[in-house]
């Protein structure tokens, strides 16, 4: 039922957190704002963010709340391909299927998507994760080309400028870096 991601087994997540060594973090996320990321590709747009209550509107006790009680709140509006692809694996189709041969149509319907979204694979995902540094293995640290394809070669290449511990395996979350985002 969850492809590749059954690869994933309680094993192998127990030899991802083996490899742990500190607890030093880094952000692999991209901000979301008015700014971007969004470029203006086709329907695609900046996420929107309006204050819908404020301090303000507290303060002045002007929220209808009883007792003096006031709150904070806002929204959201923004496509779910604005970034990561957050409908998950129902997102593209081939020939009218959908990922792992189901009909496009009995997966993603106006209700949503009803069998791939994110929501039905993230407890799953957790395992050690490669970062392929492509953009630089193919000596375009500024960014690859729009519409460069990666080949395996690339791939290939790529591991062996990283060393050892580069290697793919069975179950690994591969990162790919494009040097694509740091353009302006």
Sequence with gaps: MLGTLNFITEDKRVQAASLVRSGITFYLSQPFSSEGPQKGWRRHTNPVHT??????????????????????????????????????????????????????????TSEEDQVTGIETTASHILSRSVLLDAGRACGVDSGLPDGFAITEEHLEQTIAAQGPSSQVGRGDIVIIRTGQYTRA
């Design 51 to 108: 204050m819908t209550d404020t301090g303000v509107e507290a303060e002045h006790n002007m929220q209808g709340f009883p007792h003096g009680f006031g709150g904070a709140d806002d929204l959201i509006s923004m496509p779910l391909q604005c970034s990561t692809q957050w409908d998950g694996l129902g997102h593209i189709f081939d020939r009218g299927k959908a990922w792992n041969g189901r009909r496009a149509g009995s997966v993603v």
